[in-house]
């Protein structure tokens, strides 16, 4: 019995999902240097003051409290240029606006400095980079800006990755007869197809995020590997924007079945070619990239 068939059959059982998602520097003080060129200071008038409600998923402040939840403020301020090239970052300001401790700010200065947004240079003081530095592979940067001014070319570039990522990555996990994990990309199709018949959009985003990182997993290339967080990132923000499943249907269900039927098959081919039809994008449906999620 194929992928497919088996998933349709059993649509109608309730499953539940326990899927589970996916750097400090410490090289020079946060203090303003003394001599430093003081400029205009940042705007802060109209951010959100109750850290509290920032409740994006991001893998690099995620669960971590204030510190995470200032991470996550000053990185969407940062990338939506709120905080423009070259301003300056003070700490004792930042941690008046948002009522909490020099530790808090350090902290959360150090992880966005990791991600290129920042830097911090004796004599000088810290300051925010230019787009040119950032790590524009990093999940939290992918995030912020598919919810933010550039949120058009966000979405466009991860299109474009994953046309480049995973049809690759299908032909090549054909190659490898691992059946742990090819169960487990059929096991992740039919709690899909549970989903879908229940309604349950989360646990479908959930089950078609760890299809697809295992996918890349399976194609046995550590550098395609490491490029498995922009797949989940772009599906986890986007509901997958150039796959059916931004609107989970049966078409979506098919193409990821026929999937993993050509990888028990060893049908390289054949495991391409499902891959772009479920990347295909219809242009009939309108996409718009949805309002960020509360977790």
Same mark, same amino acid.
């Given at each position: &019995?194929? $992928?497919?068939?088996?998933?349709? &059959?059993? =649509?109608? %059982? ?16 946060? $203090? ?24 994006? @998923? ?9 510190? !995470? ?5 000053? !990185?969407? &301020?940062? +990338?939506?240029?709120?905080?423009? =090239?070259?301003?300056?970052?003070? #700490?004792?300001?930042? !941690? ?6 020099? /530790? ?5 200065? @150090? ?14 003081? $810290? @300051?925010?980079? #230019? +787009? ?15 919810? !933010? #001014? ?18 690759? =990555?299908? %032909? ?14 059929a096991d992740m199709v039919e709690i899909m197809g549970h989903a879908y018949a229940q309604g349950d959009a989360l646990t479908?985003? %959930? ?15 550590? &550098? ?6 922009? +797949? ?21 269900? /098919? ?17 391409? $070619? ?12 309108? @996409? ?8």
């Open positions: &019995m194929s $992928t497919l068939a088996h998933t349709m &059959m059993t =649509a109608a %059982r309730s499953v539940e999902s326990g899927l589970g998602a996916p750097g400090d520097l410490d090289r020079y003080s946060y $203090t303003e240097a003394p001599g430093a060129d003081r400029v205009a200071p940042p705007a802060w008038e109209g951010v959100e003051t109750d850290l509290g409600r920032v409740g994006r @998923r991001a893998t690099g402040s995620r669960g971590r409290g204030l510190h !995470g939840q200032l991470v996550q403020q000053l !990185g969407q &301020m940062i +990338v939506s240029g709120d905080l423009g =090239a070259d301003r300056p970052l003070v #700490p004792e300001e930042i !941690g008046q606006r948002f009522e909490v401790s020099r /530790t808090v700010v350090r902290e959360s200065l @150090r992880v966005l400095e990791a991600k290129g947004l920042v830097s911090a240079r004796p004599n000088v003081g $810290t @300051r925010v980079r #230019p +787009v040119s530095d950032w790590n524009l592979l990093d999940p939290d940067i992918i995030e912020w800006r598919a919810y !933010g #001014p550039q949120r058009d070319d966000q979405r466009r570039e991860l299109n474009e990755l994953r046309w480049t990522i995973e049809p690759l =990555a299908a %032909r090549l996990a054909a190659g490898h007869g691992r059946e742990d994990v090819q169960q487990r990309l479908f985003s %959930r089950a078609d995020t760890e299809f697809h990182s295992l996918l890349i997993q399976l194609a046995g290339n550590r &550098m395609l590997e490491h490029l498995s967080g922009i +797949v989940a990132a772009a599906l986890q923000v986007s509901g997958g924007p150039v796959t059916a499943c931004d609107r989970p249907g049966e078409a979506c269900l /098919t193409h990821h079945a026929r999937i993993v039927d050509a990888l028990a098959a060893g049908d390289a081919h054949g495991a391409e $070619t499902a891959m772009r039809q479920l990347l295909t994008v219809h242009p009939e449906v309108e @996409r718009v990239v949805p309002a960020p999620r509360e977790h």
